[in-house]
Structure formats: C-alpha cells, structure tokens
C-alpha cells in the first residue's frame, strides 16, 4: 500500500505545484481574396521546444475560433490551415490570459509567392464524413505501437483490454490501406504495428462491403479506423517474440511475425502458457495480444475472439495457439485474403455451490461438490474473396472451414434437504464425453449498381454445413428417499450425431425515388434449417461385461426438424446531411416440422404467420452531437425442445417434456440514444434508453413433488418486460500541455419484470437494479498514469407471492490502475482490485484483494524488452459469487490461479521502412 500513497502524493504534487499559465486565443478567418468567412479551418498551437500539439480548434461559419488551455512557455506557435490556401504561421507571446488576434486573412495558394514556404500538415482534418490525424503532430514515445498513438488523439479513448472509443462510440474495425490486418481483429493491429510506419489515421462510419461500394448509409453507431501507411513502409519485415518462466513451472511464450510487399502481406502468430492467459497480459509484454470485434471475457482470465477460445475453460488452464494471414490483390480490382487458426487448452476445475430452492410454499436446499478436466482443440480456416468486375459489379464470396474436437471428465456429488434439514434425495455421476465437430460454410453476395443516384441489385446465398459426433459414458446412482423411495443406478453409453444444414438467401432492389435522398428496397428472403439427431443409448446389463448391449429406447432419439421462412419486406429510407431514417415491413410466414424417427405419433407440423416491423431515426445536430431512436418488433418461434412432446428422462430428478401447442413470441423493442462529444475538449455526454415488451413469452413451468423430484414442461406468458438505460459523463482537464486530468462519471439503470412458474403457480417478479461508478484518469506524459474507478451495485427483487421474501443485495468493486515510467527505460504498472459482496453465504469469502505488478526495462535500443510480473500479490485471488434469481438463490466458488511471479523477456524487430525518430512534422512558415 505504500506505493499507492507514494503515487497519490506524487500526482497532487504535481497539481499543486503546476507553473502552467491559463490562455484563451480568438480570432476570425476570412478569405483574403474576397473577405468570405473561411468556416471549418484547423486552428491550431505547439509547444516551440518540440513542436507537440497544445491544442487545437476549428472556425464556425462565421470564421470565429477559440482555443483555450494552459502553456508553462512564453511563446507559442499557431497554425492555421485550409484547403487551397496557403498555411498562416505566428509565433504569439503568451504573456496574457486573453488574447485577440483580430481577423486573419488567409491567400489563395499560389506557387509565385515572394515569402519563405516551410511545408507543415495540419494535425486535424475533416473531409466530409471522414476526421483524418496526421500521425506526426501527436508526440509519443520512441518506440511506440499505434495504440499508443491512438491514445494520444483527441476524443479517442482505449481501455485495459484494447477496446478503443472515437468521440465516445466504438470502433469496431481497423485498416490498413483500407483493407483488414490479421483478420479484422483491431489489437493485434494496434499492438504490433509502430507508430513511425503510418502516416495519417482515418476515421469514418463502418460500412459494410456492399454499403460502401452502393454507397448506402450506415447506422454510424460503430467507426472504423483506417491506417494510412507511408508509401516507402509497405515492404519489409516486423514483428515480435516474447517467453517467460515462473515459480511453480509455470510458463509463456508468444510470437508474431510480419512480410509486407505492398499489396502482399503475410502475418504468422503463435502463443502458449498455462496461467490461464491468452497470451502476455501483463506489462509491455501483453501488447502481443489482445481482443477483437467479438470479445467476451471471463472471470478467470480467459476470453474468446470472434469465437475463438484464449485461456479457456473454468479454473486452471494450459493453451496454445497458432495462427497465420495472407492477404494479396491479384489483378485490378481482385482482392484475396486468407488465415488459419488452431486453439488447443486444457482446463482443470472443482467448484462447490449451496442453493436455496424457493418455492410458493416452501423451501428446500442443494449441496454440490464437482471436478472437471477438459481437453479441447480447434482447427479453423476461413478464405475471403472479392472481385470487382466494373465499376458497376461487385462479387464477394467467402468460404470456412472447422474442426472441433474436446474431451471432457465430470464427477459430481449432489444432494438436497427439506427446509426441516431432512435428507430426500442424493445422487452421484462420473462422465467421460467425446465431442467431434465439423463445420462447412460459404456466403456468396453479388452486387450491382444501376444509374449515378444509387439504385442496385444485390443477392445473398449463404450456407452453413455442421456435423457433430458424440461418445458419452456416464454411471451414475440416485437415491430418493421420503414418500416413495426408489434407488436409480445407470451405466450407459450414448453414441450420437447431430447433422445440420442451412440455406440461406435473399434479394434486395433498391429504387431512388428522390434523387439521392430518398429510397425504396424490396426485399425478400428463403431460409430453410434442417437438423437432424440421433442419439442411441445403450445399457451394460453385466457390470463386469465389457460391452453395452441392451437398447435404451426411454433415453435414445432419432428425430428430424425443418424450419422453413419466407420473408417478403418493403423498406423505405430517407437520408441527407442531417437526417437518416428507415422504415422496414416484413411478412413472416413460417412452417416447423418434426419427424421423430422412434416414435412417430410424437411427429408434428406447425405453420405461422407474422409480421415484423424495423424502423430506425438518426438526427445529427453537429459534428459533436447526434440523437437515435427506433422500433423494432420481431417474431421468434419456440425451440425444438420447447415444443417436441417426448418426455427426457436422462436427469431421474428432473423430467422435461415439449409443449406442442406453444406460440412465437412477439418482441417489442422501443429505443433512443443521444450523444454529444467535443473531441477538442475531450468532453461529452452519453444516454440511451431501451424498453423491451414480451408476448407469449416461452417460459419453463416446473411441478416439484415432495421427493423434490421436478417435472418440467413450456408455456405462453405475457406481461414480462425489461427497462434499461445507461448515462455516463466524461470531462478532460488540461493542467498543461504534458498533465491531463478526465472525470467519468456513470450509471446504468435498469427494471425489468418476469413471470413466470413456480411449482406450478404463476407468478410475477420485478427486478430494479442500478451500478453507479466514478473514476478518473490522471496522465502525466512520460512519467505518470493513475486511474481509480469505484462501483456500487444495488439490486432489489420483489414477488407478488406472500411465500417469496423481497430480496435486496448491495456489493462493492474499487479498481486502481498505475504505471509509472522513471527513471528512463523502466515501466511499472499495478493493476489493484477490490471486492466485497456482504451477501455471500458463510462458507464462502466475501472479500478480496487483487494485485497484480509489472516492472519492465527497456533495453537494446528499445528493442528488447526485460518483465518481472507478479501476479495476485496478496495471495487472495477468489471467485466467490451469488446468483439471486425468483427460484433460488445460489453461491458458488470454484478453482483459481494461485500467486506466481515471472520473468519475461521480448524482443521486437522492424526493418519497414527508414528508422528514425518519431516527432514532430515540417510546417508551412509564412513571414
């Protein structure tokens, strides 16, 4: 704790003894040639020791600007840039508060000019509906990556695991030259790419393939980031390789390498460790990794990519991973891009979990002690096509390929009491299960554009080809005491496959009808879903035979399910600079078909009719600030298990069977968001609001006898639904050029009401929830970072049952995140988390500390990289947890990476390009 308060008297010593002066510089811009008001010029002030960006500004339609900030420096230089004019340069003294420059009038440019001409790029610029960076205006460290660039960027936010915001939206994918880097996975862009190769950074609206060659709208509720790559840094090698050792055998290496040849590029990568980690999380060495445009972490350290498991598993894990990219143009207009995937872990788990069952008059209690061992291994391939033909014809085609195949060992013991503390029923199962998948698809699209105001054709055929085979050997005993006593003993083994084919196309044509402002699609679409699963179980008679012989027709199935749709749709849209809007109808007319092989009497068909509505309203009031709302309602059918009538019987404590008269369920969705963000002042304000309404909702209907066995089948519900929102306010202060200060501030909100069954009685229940935090972010360039955040969690339940108690539930997080970068060469960081949930059951912890370290050196001229990382400093990592829902009540807590410390080394090479210094650019001077 005490580097915490060394840390916390270093940054307000730093506040309290700034020399930093306050400024505001104003001005108005006009056009020298006929005195017109120039709006939209970048205005903009460097330090004159290193020419780093101080602030910067844009002229309003008046040509007015004001930057304000704070300078420690007498003088100062301005810039103030225009397309088609020549660059205006002054040094100002910065001896005043307030300084009014008066009008400026900028010349035409013109090659015949008398005055000295020093060529500079503004360090912001917008074209349209593109902000494009010059890379070289925004200092940074020697050696630094594009995401330390990134973060340098007014209005651009990135977060621990790489996720990256652009004036308080989410990007979700990054380009190089306009085309994907490694797949469209952003951070192993960010992270392996140096800062010296680009030259400026777009950002724009994420566009489709089709969108952007149509020139459609998108919603612009996502960015995408293009890197623009010098011209002499397109061909060479770069790249990185990392490994570590640690006490207790533990391990990690990760590598990654680099070819480009302009439009050729060629990416390998390859990593391993058994600390549960997806590559280096830690420190500069975590850099090689990180998420992607689908990410989902867990609580064990593990998180999956677009899919693709890093870490995997509950409790310890030992992964690897491999991987390669290529990507070329073959002809004008003939683009290709190809990777390959492999993902290999195994995971080793026990976890104990106590619950409360609530029932409508009584209450009963569940024990459970499990262990686990998994082994699971991935293969994936995917191969992307795109040929324009002309100017008018777009073909896209993009064929993958996998295979699965896992291993898993479970052992439970379970038992459940009465609420008198009596014994009814216990039971104990030991399974081995082999998994095999396959899986085939393809997605063809071909575009074509009709006319000059954005009429096209475009069709989609995709199909998707999985096969799943299955070896299951389960024993297993049951004893249920109480009224009826019965002991159930199993020996069995399941060999199964389950075939899935799914075919999917659709026509779009779209008709202008105003010019290029208004338009109207038709629409239709076919899907047909085919699944088929055989599952035979058979029974060892003998326990001493080797074979099993005797047919299980209870536990065995062989059924065959069809859902066909077609979908005929009308769409209008309506867009221009300030407004984009949409309106989509849709007719749904739906048939489900089961074939049950083994009993056909169970065969059904069923036909549905619907009607689906999307409706979308976007109004930007600036550049800084836009407003979006929409409806949406959709028609979802119940699953093959809700409504196939066969009654499983594989769990002797808990039967299920389908409800064959269940109905679609209807969703209605009614959302609006607004967004406002000065990127120059890195301030903003984010609200959204969403409110979901449920008919005939499919909810499961459970009938408990006094032996607690259960009985469970489907029903049609309505009156459920779910209030959500979040606001979250961010502020930036300038202490100086080199200290800022950002205040965040957020909530989010939410009420949403169930029914549902509970032994048999309908019920309703309202959940409110709401999760303030607060947090800032302190950076002091080149010497300090220090980011507290705090959460608070409250969440109430309430029943309309006398027999359900109201449930309120409090629990608390506190984060602290430093890295400190003296003396030169080092880097510290500290990654501090603080839980604690006063609700937790006795037996199981309900607080903790989290500590984890890093201390890096920089060696070899930057290139090598040196990391003593400590992890869980304080020996109290726990994954302790309660899950509150209308039925129960439940705690758990399961295996955990134990402390360990590691020494790491890196080392990174780079011969793109010229190597030199990154800093600032030329500038225009005019005298």
């Known amino acids: 704790m005490k580097s915490i ?90 001896d005043k508060k307030i300084i009014d420059l008066g009008t400026i009038n900028l010349q035409v440019s013109s090659d015949a000019l008398d005055a000295i001409i020093i060529k500079s790029t503004a360090p912001i610029t917008i074209k349209k509906d593109t902000l494009e960076f010059n890379a070289k205006s925004f200092k940074t460290k020697k050696d630094a990556n594009v995401e330390d660039l990134l973060k340098q960027l007014p209005g651009v936010e990135i977060d621990e695991e790489g996720n990256i915001k652009v004036n308080g939206k989410e990007v979700n994918k990054i380009l190089v030259n306009g085309k994907p880097f490694f797949g469209d996975d952003p951070t192993i862009t960010t992270r392996n790419l140096t800062k010296d190769i680009v030259e400026k950074i777009q950002v724009l609206d994420t566009k489709t393939k089709d969108q952007a060659f149509t020139g459609a709208t998108a919603d612009g509720e996502n960015k995408t980031v293009n890197l623009v790559i010098k011209e002499e840094n397109n061909k060479g090698d770069f790249g990185r390789v990392a490994a570590g050792k640690g006490t207790d055998k533990h391990y990690e290496f990760a590598g990654m390498y680099n070819h480009f040849d302009n439009d050729q590029r060629v990416s390998v990568l390859a990593g391993g460790n058994d600390i549960n980690s997806p590559g280096f999380s830690f420190g500069e060495i975590r850099k090689m990794f990180g998420g992607g445009n689908s990410v989902r972490f867990n609580g064990n350290g593990s998180f999956s990519i677009d899919g693709r498991s890093f870490g995997g598993g509950q409790g310890i894990t030992e992964s690897q991973n491999y991987g390669a990219n290529y990507a070329d143009e073959y002809g004008e207009g003939k683009d290709i891009a190809a990777n390959y995937f492999y993902s290999g872990s195994s995971s080793e788990n026990r976890s104990k979990r106590d619950r409360e069952n609530i029932l409508s008059d009584s209450r009963y209690f569940t024990s459970s002690n499990s262990s686990s061992f998994s082994d699971n291994e991935s293969h994936s391939a995917n191969v992307e096509f795109d040929v324009k033909v002309d100017s008018t014809l777009l073909i896209n085609f993009e064929p993958s390929f996998s295979y699965t195949k896992s291993k898993n060992y479970y052992n439970e013991d379970e038992s459940s009491t009465n609420d008198s ?72 083994y399941t060999e199964g496959e389950n075939k899935v084919n799914n075919f999917r196309s659709n026509f779009t044509y779209r008709l202008p009808l105003v010019g290029k402002t208004f338009f109207l699609e038709f629409k239709y679409g076919y899907t047909r879903n085919k699944q088929q699963d055989r599952r035979s179980t058979f029974d060892k008679e003998d326990p001493d035979a080797e074979d099993y012989t005797d047919f299980n027709d209870e536990l065995s199935t062989d059924f065959e399910y069809i859902n066909e749709m077609s979908t005929p749709a009308l769409e209008l849209e309506f867009k221009n600079e300030k407004i984009s809007a949409r309106f ?21 068909k069923r036909n549905f009719e619907a009607i689906e509505f999307r409706s979308r309203f976007r109004y930007k009031f600036s550049d800084k600030a836009s407003m979006r709302m929409g409806y949406n309602l959709d028609n979802n059918p119940p699953q093959l298990s809700q409504l196939q009538p066969f009654l499983n019987v594989s769990n002797p404590l808990n039967t299920v069977i389908g409800n064959p008269n269940l109905v679609p369920q209807n969703n209605h969705r009614v959302y609006a968001s607004y967004n406002t963000f000065d990127f120059q002042k890195g301030s903003g304000f ?70 549902n069954f509970n032994n048999g009685v309908k019920y309703s229940s309202t959940n409110n929830s709401a999760s303030p935090n607060v947090g800032l972010r302190f950076n002091w360039k080149d010497v300090l970072e220090f980011n507290p955040n705090y959460r608070l969690s409250f969440t109430r339940n309430t029943f309309d049952l006398e027999a359900f108690e109201n449930q309120e539930f409090v629990s608390h997080s506190l984060n602290l995140n430093t890295a400190t970068f003296l003396p030169k060469g080092f880097e510290w960081r500290n990654d501090m988390r603080y839980s604690y949930n006063p609700n937790i059951a006795d037996g199981f912890q309900k607080s903790a500390w989290f500590w984890n370290a890093t201390l890096a050196y920089s060696m070899l001229k930057d290139k090598g990289t040196l990391t003593l990382k400590a992890y869980d400093l304080l020996n109290q990592n726990t994954n302790a947890r309660r899950i509150a829902t209308a039925n129960y009540i439940e705690d758990s807590q399961s295996t955990v990476l134990q402390q360990y410390f590691m020494l790491s080394f890196s080392w990174k090479f780079n011969s793109l390009g010229k190597a030199g210094e990154t800093g600032g650019g030329s500038r225009y001077y005019r005298h």
């Open 584 to 604: 989509e109808t849709t007719y749904v007319f739906r048939t489900l078909e089961n074939n049950d092989i083994l009993r056909p009497t169970l065969s059904l």
């Open 421 to 492: 503390n009596a014994l009814i029923n216990e039971s104990t199962s030991n399974s081995n299960v082999e998994n095999i998948g396959k899986n085939f698809s393809s997605d063809l699209d071909i575009t074509k554009k009709f006319g000059s105001n954005g009429a096209f054709i475009k069709f989609s055929f995709d199909n998707d080809i999985r096969t799943r085979e299955l070896d299951d050997y389960l024993v297993s005993k049951t004893n249920i005491y109480g009224n009826a006593p019965e002991e159930i003993n199993r020996n069995q």
């Open 686 to 755: 984010y609200g959204y609001l969403s409110a979901n309404f449920d008919n005939n909702k499919v909810v499961s209907k459970t009938i408990i006898d006094e032996d607690l066995v259960r009985e469970t089948t489907y029903d049609n519900v309505n009156g459920s639904y779910n209030v959500n929102g979040y606001l979250s306010v961010n502020k930036k202060v300038k202490v100086d050029s080199l200290r800022t200060v950002t205040f965040y501030l957020g909530v989010g909100p939410s009420i949403r009401k169930s029914i």
């Open 5 to 94: 308060l060394l840390v916390i008297v270093i940054l307000f010593a730093s506040l309290s003894f700034s020399q930093s002066k306050s400024f505001e510089i104003s001005g108005t811009l006009l056009s020298e040639e006929d005195a017109v008001p120039l709006e939209s010029a970048t205005v903009y002030l460097q330090r004159v020791t290193d020419s780093s960006l101080v602030t910067y500004g844009l002229t309003n339609k008046e040509g007015k600007f004001t930057l304000e900030g704070k300078l420690a420096h007498k003088k100062g230089n301005l810039f103030i840039s225009y397309v088609g004019y020549q660059t205006y340069f002054r040094e100002v003294n910065m």
